[in-house]
């Protein structure tokens, strides 16, 4: 891991983190990446809600702490994907920690993340479009407890500095 601290203050924080006992590893967890791809995956991609379609959820649908879905037609992107694009495209709905992957330069933050909690959609899949990472545990599910307090941590100033 390469870090450049900016500042004496940079420095004694990325000291006092490296110091806490545990990482995501260690926990269980891993970060992946949304794996819908929408250019490759066009055939796929509806806008329109259908007993054959789950939720695709984009960086746009994360906010601090929350997942906001749908956004409606103010939206000119697909909300939807077929379950048909099947297990490499699509993942269980389930709970997880959401970061965006990319920032505008013009937000205040550089880490935006929310706890997508199963029970909020009512699909046994879900989509995540790539510009979205995902914290997850491989071997069972997160709790809504460690989704949420994860969130909270990744929200934090501490952790944006």
């Given at each position: 891991?390469?870090?450049?601290?900016?500042?004496?203050?940079?420095?004694?924080?990325?000291?006092?983190?490296?110091?806490?006992?545990?990482?995501?590893?260690?926990?269980?967890?891993?970060?992946?990446?949304?794996?819908?791809?929408?250019?490759?995956?066009?055939?796929?991609?509806?806008?329109?809600?259908?007993?054959?379609?789950?939720?695709?959820?984009?960086?746009q649908?994360?906010?601090?702490?929350?997942?906001?879905?749908?956004?409606?037609?103010?939206?000119?992107?697909?909300?939807?994907?077929?379950?048909?694009?099947?297990?490499?495209?699509?993942?269980?709905?389930?709970?997880?920690?959401?970061?965006?992957?990319?920032?505008?330069?013009?937000?205040?933050?550089r880490?935006?993340?929310?706890?997508?909690?199963?029970?909020?959609?009512?699909?046994?899949?879900?989509?995540?479009?790539?510009?979205?990472?995902?914290?997850?545990?491989?071997e069972?599910?997160?709790?809504?407890?460690?989704?949420?307090?994860?969130?909270?941590?990744?929200?934090?100033?501490?952790?944006?500095?």
């Amino acid at each position: 891991m390469l870090s450049l601290p900016t500042s004496e203050a940079d420095l004694r924080l990325m000291t006092q983190i490296r110091r806490w006992p545990n990482t995501l590893a260690s926990l269980g967890l891993e970060v992946s990446t949304g794996p819908v791809v929408p250019f490759r995956t066009k055939q796929f991609l509806t806008k329109n809600q259908a007993d054959t379609s789950v939720p695709l959820l984009w960086l746009q649908h994360v906010r601090a702490s929350e997942v906001s879905w749908p956004l409606g037609d103010a939206f000119r992107k697909h909300e939807h994907i077929l379950a048909e694009a099947g297990p490499k495209l699509l993942v269980p709905n389930a709970n997880y920690v959401l970061l965006r992957r990319f920032s505008a330069k013009e937000e205040a933050r550089r880490l935006t993340a929310a706890a997508l909690l199963g029970d909020q959609f009512d699909t046994k899949l879900i989509g995540l479009e790539n510009h979205l990472n995902y914290i997850h545990r491989p071997e069972k599910e997160l709790s809504a407890a460690e989704a949420r307090g994860l969130t909270a941590l990744l929200n934090s100033k501490l952790l944006d500095r």
